[in-house]
């Protein structure tokens, strides 16, 4: 891949045009579930030949100004809670830091067997990547599966680890006032550092921060999401700020990826709203399963890079077209799948007010229908 | 006519001085006890939703909707006992039931945990550890209980009216108290209270009755009386079965009326009068249409000028709405009759014919009795308050005014906004085509300057000016970033405004 500068690509508008596909992409479907969105625009990005801690970089970049202009939202509607906000931004930024430094270590120092630049740490976040997602994604299908044909609308995520933590009640407990809970701090600093250490690595803290905050700290979601993204502000503040002073930050990516993210993220909404529960799950742990199975293709590539495989490099291009398919495939279909749903549920809202009639009825009968 | 809700903790003394009084006073006794039981023979899975709330913090929609029936169900089973005016309760968080009702008399019981343990020890016939151990547990999950389904801090004393310490009382000096204290006029019921329990039975009721009908049993719905006007909100995604909604509320004895809304949400307006020709009418009605919600009409009397009148909604002819003054049973010949409702009823009748309403009432008081009156239905996606506190004086008025607010948005969890912000923030208009234009030439120029000057910003960002300056690379990304996420985010915002998606 041809480099403007050290680092950094050169753009031309293929590129650019792919960049905001991907901002789109992962805008619709971080707004549809809720975090992330970093686990399709890191990796795809890295299939158009950005180097993986750049992705990282710019990405984490992405997500420090959206989240600042969330949470400002989320603040005015009374959903952020500082305290919490700043007690899992102390143990995060634990987390962010090892995430960087290790992060910084493999693409500075490669193996020492002549490998070459970035390879260790494309190796190491596809593959923190590809163990993570997994477990998501599969434990996400895995309740969409077992709860099918239940008919009741209780199939919940598997919350064993999260009931066993919420019911730690380890001293020191601490009360936090708008989100109405009390936590033990050691929960919190658990949850706190598992959440810094994936953003960092990765870029998709909110994975485990606003589930942990839901289903261990007994949050409300909205309250979740709010702090969430206040921390995700601090979170991408920091990691930002870290990898701009090494370097590694590509403003034009982070441009780029806004024009698509920034309306992806309110079709995304939108879509919550008017799609079913469990087809929520389900098209989420499917685009999740896909994005992993691309990072996955991607891998011996990274091995043999790094002299740990045998492999003829002219397979390179092929293992890198490959990942790069099945990202864009389950990005797109997923996007699809939801805005399909969104428009199709639009059309109908507009079609339901439109017929709104009134019909006058004495006692006890219905005084207002829709025709 | 007393009603007198006494919490008590397990193996405490309150039973026995429930039963005292009931004896004393004649007055009819039920405990929580007789609800749980019924409970169960409704079907009602209360076990499960014990367990749930003391399990883990959160709870599915499912048993939030159990916990809807079973509060029904409570209110309900007093309403019905109480019927002639008299009742002894007793049971966990009893004096949490029936909020926003004037007139109960809410008591609380302090008993030795000593005590207690001995009381338990012999019941359960447990070893003192064990006892201590197991009151200890259930403590804690009593407190979870109050949280989860009343809301409420179990240690806030402004929720009792009385709180007897009984460790050093006798039973029958406490249950003499009590009886005292009932007979005051303070706990005597009014025809508002009266008003105000009958619409809380009748909505109890309509809720039992949905829940029984195997068509709307699993459908979600927002449920309000006011004066015999059941109002029941239901999602679109239901649309198909909302005509069922009627047919199970065709028995419901004490209904005058049913209005059903089919609304995505709910906003809640607080006012303290209405005008259906007003700007904020027009506002409001227009964001509600935009999201597909139900406006639910709170008239607020802070000054409680309305106690002494007792408004009652009846229907003219040709199916509208108004409010009367009771008159203690004698008629009056004339149509006027005086009682001024600031305008609610038209305005509730305006947005019936809408297609927007979520019902309306008034209330006397303040934040605690706004609180009360619709946390049991709290399913607001917005709050607007509009003019309140006038009689204060516009800078108290201001004050009062955001001070109510952060107390709902604090309570609720609801965002709460006052009526002069709604078209900035929620409507488009000139201003905000304006707005729009400016943001979008600042996106453009942006763009245009980063992507015309590539080479030397990357040259700070990761060159060699990079090596020289690293703290440039830094600085500049935390200014610039956020500044871009603000622009575009408006201009992204304001565009899908437009297109009624936000």
């Known amino acids: 891949m041809e480099h403007l500068i050290v680092n950094f690509i050169h753009i031309d508008m293929s590129i650019a045009f792919q960049v905001v596909l991907l901002g789109f992409i992962g805008g619709v479907l971080s707004g549809f579930i809720g975090s992330g969105g970093a686990f399709f625009m890191t990796p795809g990005m890295m299939n158009l030949g950005v180097e993986g801690v750049v992705a990282v970089a710019s990405n984490i970049t992405h997500k420090f100004g959206k989240a600042m202009v969330g949470s400002h939202k989320h603040g005015e509607a009374g959903n952020v809670d500082k305290k919490l906000a700043i007690y899992v931004l102390g143990s995060a930024v634990v987390g962010i830091q090892v995430a960087v430094f290790i992060n910084s270590l493999l693409f500075k120092g490669g193996t020492g067997h002549g490998a070459s630049k970035g390879a260790g740490a494309n190796l190491y976040i596809s593959l923190v990547f590809a163990l993570i997602l997994s477990v998501v994604a599969l434990s996400m299908l895995r309740d969409v599966l077992k709860n099918r044909g239940k008919g009741e609308d209780d199939s919940g995520p598997s919350r064993q680890i999260a009931d066993a933590l919420a019911k730690l009640n380890l001293p020191p407990m601490i009360h936090f006032k708008v989100a109405d809970v009390t936590v033990s701090l050691w929960v919190i600093l658990v949850v706190g550092i598992a959440t810094g250490y994936l953003a960092g690595t990765i870029g998709v803290g909110g994975f485990i921060g606003v589930p942990a905050m839901i289903y261990v700290f007994g949050v409300p979601t909205a309250v979740a999401a709010g702090t969430e993204l206040y921390l995700a502000m601090f979170m991408g503040a920091y990691g930002a700020l870290s990898y701009a002073f090494q370097g590694f930050v590509d403003i034009r990516l982070t441009l780029l990826m806004y024009l698509g993210s920034l309306v992806g993220i309110y079709l995304g909404v939108y879509g919550v709203k008017v799609v079913n529960e469990r087809y929520i799950r389900m098209v989420t742990s499917l685009i999740i399963l896909l994005c992993v199975i691309s990072r996955a293709i991607a891998i011996p590539m990274y091995l043999r890079q790094l002299g740990l495989i045998d492999m003829d490099p002219g397979l390179d291009v092929y293992f890198n077209n490959i990942s790069k398919f099945f990202l864009f495939a389950s990005g797109i279909t997923g996007t699809l799948l939801i805005l399909i749903n969104v428009v199709r549920s639009y059309r109908q809202r507009r079609k339901i007010q439109k017929s709104i009639r009134v019909v006058n009825s004495s006692s006890t009968n219905v005084t207002l229908g829709v025709e | ?502």
Request: with cysteine; glycine share 8%; charged share 25%.
């Open chain 2, 1 to 502: 006519m007393p009603i007198v809700l006494i919490s008590s903790s397990p193996h405490g003394s309150g039973g026995e001085l429930a039963q005292n009084l009931a004896k004393k006073t004649g007055w009819p006794l039920y405990s929580r006890d007789q609800v749980v039981e019924k409970a169960h023979e409704t079907g009602i899975k209360l076990s499960r939703l014990e367990t749930s709330i003391i399990k883990s913090p959160v709870i599915s929609e499912n048993l939030a909707r159990e916990k809807n029936l079973y509060l029904a169900l409570v209110t309900k089973t007093i309403c019905e006992t109480a019927k002639n005016g008299n009742l002894v309760y007793y049971g966990r968080a009893g004096h949490l039931l029936s909020p926003g009702i004037s007139g109960l008399l809410r008591v609380g019981l302090g008993s030795a945990l000593e005590m207690r343990i001995e009381h338990a020890m012999k019941q359960l016939n447990l070893p003192q550890e064990k006892a201590r151990d197991y009151l200890e547990k259930l403590d804690e999950d009593i407190k979870k209980w109050i949280h989860y389904v009343h809301r409420e801090d179990s240690q806030n004393p402004l929720v009792y009216d009385l709180f007897l310490n009984l460790q050093h009382m006798s039973i029958e000096n406490a249950t003499a108290i009590l009886y005292e204290t009932a007979l005051l006029q303070d706990f005597k019921f009014t025809v508002e209270s009266q008003q105000k329990m009958d619409d809380k039975c009748l909505a109890a009721n309509a809720k039992i009755h949905l829940a029984d009908h195997i068509e709307t049993s699993g459908m979600d719905l927002s449920v309000r009386a006011v004066n015999g006007v059941v109002t029941v909100t239901y999602m679109p995604r239901q649309e198909a079965s909302a005509d069922h909604i009627s047919r199970a509320l065709e028995e419901l004895s004490g209904c005058r009326e049913t209005i059903c809304t089919m609304a995505e949400t709910n906003i809640l307006w607080i006012q303290e009068s209405f005008d259906p020709k007003g700007k904020n009418f027009d506002q409001v009605t227009q964001l509600a249409k935009r999201w597909g919600a139900a406006v639910e009409l709170l008239r607020l009397d802070s000054e409680g000028k309305d106690r002494s009148q007792i408004p009652v909604m009846i229907e003219n002819q040709g199916g509208s709405l108004s409010l009367k003054t009771d008159t203690g049973g004698v008629e009056d010949d004339d149509a006027d009759t005086g009682y001024d409702d600031k305008g609610l009823a038209r305005t509730v009748e305006k947005l019936v014919a809408l297609g927007r309403s979520a019902g309306g009432f008034p209330i006397s008081g303040a934040g605690r009795e706004v609180i009360d009156a619709v946390k049991d239905n709290n399913n607001y996606s917005l709050i607007v308050l509009g003019n309140l506190f006038l009689s204060k004086g516009n800078e108290t008025s201001t004050r009062l005014t955001r001070e109510l607010g952060l107390d709902l948005r604090e309570k609720l969890k609801v965002p709460v906004i006052a009526s002069g912000e709604l078209h900035s923030r929620f409507l488009f208009g000139k201003t905000q085509a304006f707005k729009l234009l400016g943001f979008i030439l600042t996106t453009v120029l942006i763009y245009w300057l980063v992507f015309t000057f590539q080479k030397p910003i990357l040259n700070v960002l990761g060159g060699d000016l990079h090596s020289k300056f690293k703290w440039a690379a830094s600085i500049g990304v935390a200014l610039f970033v956020p500044v871009v996420a603000y622009v575009y985010s408006t201009v992204t915002g304001l565009v899908l405004k437009i297109i009624d998606i936000d």
